[in-house]
């Protein structure tokens, strides 16, 4: 298991939301979400799922305290409202949708994940490039150059 996450806490009305991101995806504690929902064994909600849409997880808290949970995916949350539909089941997703899922990508904004422009110097050229998700992105009209150039350097 990976090291401990901290979970970040929502609210809605009176029910209690323990969310975080593992691999800049939103996880729900399964237990908070049943009780959101109403079920009072989050078994039910787990057993609906596919093992892809939920895990367990080690929870740290601000005392030093560890918690092993079960995490349902976003995804797995979208699918067990749906399973277990009922009228306000409504407003639980389109709080999902409209408030944590965003407020927790906010919170989980990795910068060095964005694209952002960058220089390439090639052949004593300043090329234009997009670096993004660890990788160069070279425009097509930028392409051919490069490709030319190579071709000329390969025996």
Do not use: C
Not at 59 to 79: N, T
Request: aromatic fraction near 12%; charged fraction near 25%; charge should be neutral.
């Amino acid at each position: 298991m990976h090291d401990a996450y901290t979970p970040i806490v929502f609210h809605h009305h009176t029910q209690r939301l323990r969310a975080v991101m593992i691999d800049n995806q939103p996880w729900f504690i399964a237990h908070d979400f049943a009780q959101l929902m109403g079920v009072r064994n989050s078994r039910r909600l787990l057993d609906a799922l596919e093992r892809f849409e939920r895990r367990t997880v080690l929870l740290a808290s601000a005392s030093g305290f560890h918690e092993e949970v079960e995490a349902i995916s976003d995804a797995g949350a979208y699918k067990v409202l749906f399973r277990f539909g009922r009228p306000g089941y409504v407003e639980i997703s389109r709080w999902l949708s409209e408030v944590l899922v965003p407020t927790l990508h906010d919170y989980h904004r990795d910068l060095s994940a964005e694209p952002r422009r960058a220089f390439l110097t090639w052949d004593d050229r300043k090329i234009g490039v997009v670096k993004w998700q660890r990788e160069v992105w070279v425009a097509w009209r930028d392409l051919p150059v490069l490709m030319k150039d190579s071709q000329e350097v390969l025996p």
